[in-house]
């Protein structure tokens, strides 16, 4: 008969641990003016590669950015973007992590939003009353 053994405790990380899966991705982010911005699509992350177990003392891979741009084919029909369609949002202009991602800065000047704009601005634009705000 074994008698069961107790866990070592976890070591301690300098900052804080997400599940990328649980708390980042498919999460909407919005600018620090409450509007929509976009949904993660993918993660980038710096240090050693994460199909390998870490030795003790390994630093854990860190979050660089968060990606988006255009991957609804590539769910579809598999594969990955090309890195070059992908949108980088650095990590630094996350201000908030909760049920969606808030930025600090305003996403007017992000490269993110440029379909949004490129629609508001060719199609809605055009439409009877859709240059101003009906309040």
Same mark, same amino acid.
């Given at each position: 008969?074994?008698?069961?053994?107790?866990?070592?405790?976890?070591?301690?990380?300098?900052?804080?641990?997400?599940?990328?899966?649980?708390?980042?991705?498919?999460?909407?982010?919005?600018?620090? /003016?409450?509007?929509? @911005?976009?949904? $993660?699509?993918? %993660?980038?992350?710096? #240090?050693?590669? *994460? !199909?390998?177990?870490?030795?003790?003392?390994?630093?854990?891979?860190?979050?660089?950015?968060?990606?988006?741009?255009?991957?609804?084919?590539?769910?579809?029909?598999?594969?990955?973007?090309?890195?070059?369609?992908?949108?980088?949002?650095?990590?630094? /202009?996350?201000?908030? @992590?909760?049920? $969606?991602?808030? %930025?600090?800065?305003? #996403?007017?000047? *992000? !490269?993110?939003?440029?379909?949004?704009?490129?629609?508001?601005?060719?199609?809605?634009?055009?439409?009877?009353?859709?240059?101003?705000?009906?309040?």
């Amino acid at each position: 008969m074994t008698t069961a053994r107790a866990l070592a405790p976890p070591p301690p990380l300098a900052g804080r641990l997400l599940d990328a899966q649980l708390h980042l991705l498919d999460r909407q982010v919005m600018d620090n /003016d409450g509007v929509p @911005v976009t949904t $993660v699509d993918d %993660l980038e992350l710096s #240090g050693p590669a *994460l !199909d390998v177990e870490l030795a003790p003392g390994t630093p854990a891979p860190v979050l660089t950015a968060l990606l988006t741009g255009p991957v609804l084919g590539t769910r579809i029909f598999g594969g990955r973007p090309p890195s070059s369609r992908l949108v980088r949002i650095p990590w630094e /202009d996350v201000a908030e @992590v909760g049920v $969606v991602l808030k %930025l600090g800065v305003g #996403g007017g000047n *992000l !490269d993110a939003t440029w379909v949004e704009r490129w629609i508001r601005d060719k199609i809605i634009a055009r439409i009877p009353g859709g240059r101003h705000d009906p309040r």
